[in-house]
């Protein structure tokens, strides 16, 4: 069973990345010049930043770029799918929808692999942080493990919405929520108490204070990082049970 | 049980569906397919019978009822009988940057077909369907007919025993119409296990290829039988098409001589449907008054609706 879901998930991964021949142009920008073109203007913008608000800002970007490319590529792509009609075939084949939803997040993890892979030398180059080769390993483990349990949630939305159009706005309302509740530009004791609940519930949060803490003292926070995993365990599962495979 | 089950592939028995708005799509259905039999399910449109075939491929979730294929209970392991069926849906879509032997390779593998299986099967499928000169284009490269043939060659991946063909001819031209049942018949020759349980409007497309026709209408199954017994049962085989001109004429001269019609209006056009029987006398009156006549056989919903609102009384 479980070999089959992985052989499944790995073809499905196939047949997405497939459809980079025919957008490579579109994905090497967002992946590449995406992230040296913000972090340029940034560094334009924050000559008198002091470090803190630099690694504020850089852990900021990373934790919310991938967490929202995750939610709204998922939940959009699918419901897409939905509209085309390409889980009508999907659905009538021996494939378990959890290998069809990692095989399409697939393309969006190597997007958010090489976006973060590349922000983070640039921005130090350019804002000027000194930031250990090793970190950056750390930093896409977390990156990774944060985007793995937002998976769920998008492909809830982009299963269950009514149609495209629905999918786009709740994605884009949980968006805003992700950004607004994840103390990466500011601390959380700048959020709003009867909000505060929000940091908490996020796996953003845990994410964002791991990489704000290796980049600012060089250590990793491993109580954190325990935090980050035992939340992603219920997100993926919460996320992987709501999927509405069948229909009603 | 189990002698039933061998001798039908499928059995479907009250089964019921109602959507969420209270629309009974399905009403007490009850159907036995055998094996190696091509079954044409006929409506008009919102008949319900996609939504049969989408219960019969375990997609949507019955009301009540029960589903057996191949003695697998689907309405309780939908998941089970995957591995038995293909599928050509009405509102699938193929995937764009993918070409057609891709199409066929990775659904293979989907299906659980190693890497080699996959490719001979490609092979195997082109060369059925004739695809094989289109093997390198895109989908997006392909007229509407070749994208259906290959709707049905992944239908037709590792050979299940069932097949579902859902309006596989909707929206393609009369001529690529043509050439897809030709490819139903020649899988029909080939392959004389497969069971195919194709719906349509087209009962004369139909009527080539089924053993058996079965006429849903706001979900129930109207009537049902070989293509001998259910044309007997239609009283309307032929369509006689005049300029609107002549219809109160042609009318009257027809109900003189005691014929039964009935007559579908257009912009200037009549449509005069009528039984085969009664051709030469109509023919000969309406040859009196026009030459400006098309003979064609009716359509599903010029015919077949007629008989279940028993609009036959409407031409006495």
């Known amino acids: ?148 349990s937002l998976i769920g949630l998008g492909a809830i ?38 909000f505060r609940f929000l940091c908490y519930i996020l796996p953003t949060t845990e994410a964002a204070l791991i990489i704000k803490r290796v980049y600012m003292y060089g250590k990793i926070n491993f109580s954190l990082f325990m935090v980050l995993i035992f939340m992603s365990i219920p997100y993926m599962l919460i996320g992987f049970k709501g999927i509405k495979w069948r229909e009603k | 049980m189990v002698t039933y089950m061998v ?57 009540e009822g029960k589903i057996y294929i191949m003695d697998i209970d689907v309405v309780k392991n939908p998941s089970a009988i995957k591995p038995f069926i293909g599928v050509c849906p009405q509102e699938g879509n193929l995937i764009s940057y993918l070409t057609v032997r891709e199409h066929i390779y990775y659904f293979g593998r989907l299906k659980g077909l190693s890497r080699n299986d996959a490719q001979k099967e490609a092979d195997k499928i082109l060369d059925l369907l004739d695809l094989k000169q289109h093997q390198k284009k895109k989908i997006g490269e392909l007229s509407g007919g070749l994208r259906r043939r290959v709707f049905v060659g992944i239908a037709l991946i590792n050979e299940p025993p069932i097949v579902f063909l859902d309006e596989p001819t909707a929206g393609l031209d009369p001529i690529v119409r043509n050439d897809f049942w030709e490819t139903i018949e020649k899988i029909k020759k080939e392959k004389p296990e497969t069971t195919i349980i194709v719906t349509t409007h087209y009962l004369e497309e139909l009527d080539k290829v089924s053993d058996r026709l079965v006429f849903i209408n706001k979900g129930k199954i109207v009537l049902e039988g070989n293509t001998i017994e259910v044309r007997s049962l239609i009283n309307y085989d032929i369509k006689i098409t005049f300029p609107k001109a002549f219809k109160e004429v042609i009318t009257k001269e027809l109900l003189k001589e005691g014929i039964n019609f009935r007559l579908n209006e257009s912009l200037n056009k009549i449509d005069l449907l009528l039984s085969k029987k009664d051709f030469p006398i109509a023919m000969k009156l309406i040859f009196e008054h026009t030459s400006d006549v098309i003979v064609s056989s009716p359509t599903l919903d010029e015919v077949f609706l007629g008989v279940i609102k028993g609009d036959q009384k409407d031409s006495k």
Request: no cysteine; aromatic share 8%; net charge neutral.
């Open chain 1, 1 to 148: 069973m479980i070999k089959k879901i992985v052989s499944d998930a790995f073809i499905i991964s196939k047949i997405t990345i497939l459809s980079l021949r025919e957008a490579l142009i579109p994905f090497i920008i967002v992946s590449i010049f995406i992230p040296l073109g913000t972090s340029y203007l940034v560094s334009l913008a924050s000559p008198n930043w002091n470090l803190t608000t630099k690694i504020d800002y850089l852990s900021g970007m990373l934790v919310l770029s991938s967490s929202l490319t995750i939610i709204n590529g998922v939940g959009q792509y699918i419901a897409e799918d939905r509209s085309l009609g390409l889980i009508s075939w999907y659905r009538t084949l021996p494939v378990h929808p959890i290998s069809y939803v990692i095989g399409i997040t697939s393309t969006y993890l190597i997007g958010i692999l090489i976006d973060s892979a590349l922000l983070i030398p640039i921005a130090s180059i350019l804002w000027n942080i000194h930031i250990d080769i090793i970190y950056i390993g750390i930093t896409i483990i977390v990156v990774i493990i944060q985007s793995l």
């Open chain 1, 157 to 194: 939305i982009g299963t269950r919405s009514n149609n495209f159009q629905t999918a786009i706005a709740i994605t884009n309302l949980l968006s805003y929520v992700i950004a607004f509740a994840t103390p990466a530009y500011y601390s959380i004791n700048a959020i709003p108490e009867e």
């Open chain 2, 7 to 63: 001798k039908n592939i499928i059995v479907v028995e009250n089964l019921v569906k109602i959507y969420s708005n209270g629309v009974i799509a399905n009403d007490h259905i009850n159907l036995r397919v055998r094996k190696g039999e091509i079954v044409g399910i006929l409506g008009p449109n919102g008949a319900g019978k996609t939504t049969l075939i989408k219960q019969l491929t375990g997609e949507l979730m019955p009301t």
